[in-house]
């Protein structure tokens, strides 16, 4: 089965062709960098990570572009709030936002452009637009024409004149046209700027991605990502640019993933619902998150609510414990003489393999990809019951395990804090204490083992431990 994307421009779900065969360019509108990434920031970032991830995993070599916005309003407003300088501000913010994707199990993109430097590429795209007579200037300000692109409205699928209706902004004189945008913008008394013909000042939002992507990938992309918010306008308007300078689609394929809701209201900047991910990760563990994310179907909204995170926490638990269980079986049959394979398990373990790789060629469509996961764990709970097991077929299922964790990453093999020689000293202080009536200490040596996982059984030949 061939993968198949829903494109946003078509509203329909293609088969995917990239442009170069084994080849796929990709680019993903990041953060603008003037504050901690909440977790509708870290939806796209998790959705658009397990993409790649797939996309490697079935064979392609795949380039991966994700901005920084490092200058914008949002940037001086803080800067003038704070006394920072907007260079110090996205950088550290720049740094948190590293901290944060790598708490997630997030790769960093292949490319992390910021805009501050392509300044240069950024300003000769606005010249090439304006010797096509898509640009003009008027006060210092250098805005796109786009009553001259005559597609303008198609990625979002808005109609013109109720774009021009539903303006709710002041009219700007200096436009032609209510719907044009800013492509650069005169700098203000105090402002951090940068030269250029229309004088000082700094760029639009919108050019930004399009001088990037076009610098780092080309003036077609395989896949163009965001959030859904950002089809109107500054997909919209990345489409109007792009194709009127180059005369080609600025991408082949659209995806943009739906909106996050708290406690089913829409997170907003008016409501003050956001939620850092720097604070939820103090007190909820990262891949929960990132399962959170991915059980629910990209396109569509997800509802972050605690009943919603428990669910995730229970779910992922169940994936966690058979995977860690047959690890532990696995260790344990090392050297030792074992069963035949299983014909019956390894079959399980080969249709919830082939189940994934169909649900996530239809479209990334991940909670039923998470269900070919629970019918892994399912077999694989069923085979550890089994009193002789075969060596080959617990390999065989922890290989499959890995297999599909490579693309989700809910998985993290953690090394074990205590080694087996620590608690083979830990367990023989116990007994000492004990035997020497030192029962706080006893008590003490046996929580500190419980809290890392590892279960205390009295036997006739001894305690014998075990990792939980």
Avoid at 197 to 212: N, Q
Wanted: net charge negative.
């Amino acid at each position: 089965m061939s993968l198949k994307i829903f494109n946003t421009l078509s509203r329909a779900k293609e088969e995917f062709k990239p442009l170069v065969p084994g080849k796929v360019n990709m680019y993903v509108c990041g953060p603008t960098v003037y504050d901690y990434i909440h977790i509708g920031n870290a939806r796209p970032l998790i959705f658009f990570d397990v993409v790649r991830r797939y996309l490697q995993a079935i064979g392609y070599d795949v380039t991966y572009v994700v901005n920084f916005t490092d200058v914008d309003d949002k940037l001086i407003r803080k800067s003038e709030q704070t006394g920072m300088s907007v260079p110090d501000l996205a950088e550290k913010f720049i740094a948190a936002f590293y901290e944060d994707i790598d708490a997630l199990g997030v790769g960093r993109a292949d490319i992390h452009p910021r805009v501050t430097e392509n300044m240069t590429e950024i300003i000769e795209f606005i010249q090439g637009l304006e010797a096509k007579g898509f640009a003009y200037e008027n006060g210092g300000d250098v805005y796109f024409r786009t009553a001259k692109f005559a597609e303008y409205g198609k990625l979002s699928h808005q109609n013109l004149e109720e774009l021009q209706f539903g303006i709710r902004i002041h009219v700007d004189e200096r436009k032609e046209n209510p719907q044009d945008f800013v492509l650069w913008k005169a700098a203000k008394p105090g402002e951090i700027y940068w030269s250029s013909p229309w004088g000082d000042g700094r760029p639009g939002w919108h050019i930004e991605c399009s001088a990037m992507a076009g610098k780092y990938l080309g003036t077609t992309l395989d896949i163009h990502g965001g959030g859904h918010d950002l089809q109107f306008p500054h997909h919209e308007c990345e489409v109007a640019q792009s194709e009127a300078l180059h005369g080609k689609p600025l991408a082949n394929y659209w995806m943009h993933n739906g909106h996050i809701h708290i406690n089913d209201e829409i997170m907003s900047k008016s409501r003050g619902n956001g939620i850092k991910v720097n604070e939820l990760l103090k007190t909820m563990k990262p891949e929960v998150l990132r399962f959170f994310m991915l059980s629910t179907h990209y396109r569509n909204p997800i509802n972050f609510s605690d009943e919603a995170v428990t669910q995730a926490e229970n779910g992922l638990e169940r994936v966690k414990n058979s995977f860690s269980n047959l690890i532990y079986r696995l260790d344990a049959c090392a050297g030792q003489s074992t069963s035949a394979r299983d014909e019956a398990a390894e079959l399980a373990a080969a249709a919830a393999t082939e189940l994934f790789q169909a649900k996530m060629n239809d479209d990334f469509n991940t909670p039923d990809a998470i269900t070919a996961v629970f019918d892994l764990v399912s077999a694989t709970n069923q085979y550890l019951q089994r009193q002789d097991v075969s060596v080959d077929t617990l390999d065989l299922l922890s290989q499959a395990f890995r297999e599909l964790n490579r693309v989700l990453g809910i998985l993290v093999e953690e090394q074990p804090d205590l080694l087996d020689t620590d608690i083979e000293q830990l367990i023989k202080e116990r007994t000492e204490a004990r035997q020497n009536k030192q029962w706080a200490r006893a008590d003490e040596i046996r929580d500190l083992l419980t809290e890392k996982g590892i279960v205390l059984e009295d036997t006739p030949q001894g305690i014998r431990w075990r990792r939980k």
